[in-house]
């Protein structure tokens, strides 16, 4: 019988396997019955969203024409075999969400054609291996939801054409390198849910694609640099639960395309001064959490004529005015310099400000979709 007829096989023109796409087949069992061997040629394996388990049999590793290779969403178990590295024409290797444990292999790093790396949803701990700094070729990283602890290495500022950097969900410590501040294609950086410490590098400005940018929920601290003014492609900040301190700088008003920007305090956060005046330069602003910090003065009117807000949380500041008055009720000018009629803002879904009136007593404005009772 010949294999080429078999459904999710194709052969090249000699009649070669060379391609086996099993993706989401109902395939249960171990892969140690399967004769890789025999099948030479194959530059194309997806086994992907599977019932697949045990560990990575080496018999995959010894096909040297593997360019990609998916094996995520599995029931895979055991460590990555550092004979992984034999496989040095990869392009793609997929090996997440899967049970796998143990450390990454150094040997990883002689994978120097691979563009994409994605051991996400594992139980994968130790370090990051300074070998990974070897694959400059490579476009998205995605180690995020494992184990793995240590400093992130400076090695992956070597990584110049990266375009996504995840690895969020761990226990890596130290600081941020500066040597990230290299990748000037990178669109997305996440770091949040980490051990991060010490001040966020003003290098980072120099990260001139960003567009998400998460650094949350670590232990950084210092404050907010300036240079985050710099990153005009910038849409989403996310520095909530650090501990961070001093004042928002009003440079982040340059960044025109911002749309989520979380400065929220929960654990150590403790931002001081006024809200940036230009924080909703570009109309493009839809979330805005600053609640729990020292923040004071007047709402600016940059904010307070931002209609594309969707939710704002300001509550536990010491800011003052009236919130119902300046974000749920708007006045709009004519050019001839008369008002038009009060314009509802009907986008606005959730509003939470506790605002101070000099000679009253504190108020607390909440408010949710069209309820203005």
Known sequence: ???????????????????????????????????????????????????????IPLGITQLSKLIYLDLSYNLLSGSIPPEIGLLTNLDTLHLAANHLNGSIPPE???????????LYVNNLDGHIPASVGNMTKMLRLFLYDNQLSGSIPQQLGNLTNLVELHMD?????????????SLTNLTILHLYENKLSGPIPNELGNLKSIVDLELSQNILNGTIPASLGNLRE????????????????????NSSQLRHLHLRDLSGNQFIGFLPSNGCKGQSLSFLNASDNHLRGPIPESLRNCTSLVYILLNSNQLEGNPF???????????????????????????????????HSDCRKQYNGHDTT
């Not at 301190?245 to 008003?253: E, F, V």
């Not at 006045?331 to 009060?342: A, E, F, V, Y």
């Open 108 to 118: 990883i790093g002689q994978l120097t054609s691979l563009t994409e790396l994605a």
């Open 325 to 359: 008055e300046d974000f749920v009720v708007n006045s709009k000018l004519q050019k001839d310099g008369s008002k038009s009629q009060q314009i509802f803002w009907s986008d606005l879904k959730h509003m939470e400000i506790e605002v101070t009136n000099r000679g």
């Open 234 to 253: 910038l849409k989403f900040l996310y520095l909530s639960n650090n501990q961070l301190s001093g004042p928002i700088p009003a440079s982040l008003g």
């Open 169 to 181: 969900t761990n226990s890596l410590s130290g600081p941020i390198p500066i040597t990230l501040s």
């Open 1 to 55: 019988m010949n294999p080429c007829n078999w459904l999710g096989i194709s052969c090249n023109v000699q009649g070669m396997v060379e391609r086996l796409n099993l993706t989401n087949a109902g395939l249960n069992g171990m892969l140690y019955e399967f004769s890789f061997s025999s099948f030479p040629d194959l530059t194309y394996i997806d086994l992907s969203i599977n019932l697949l388990f045990g560990t």
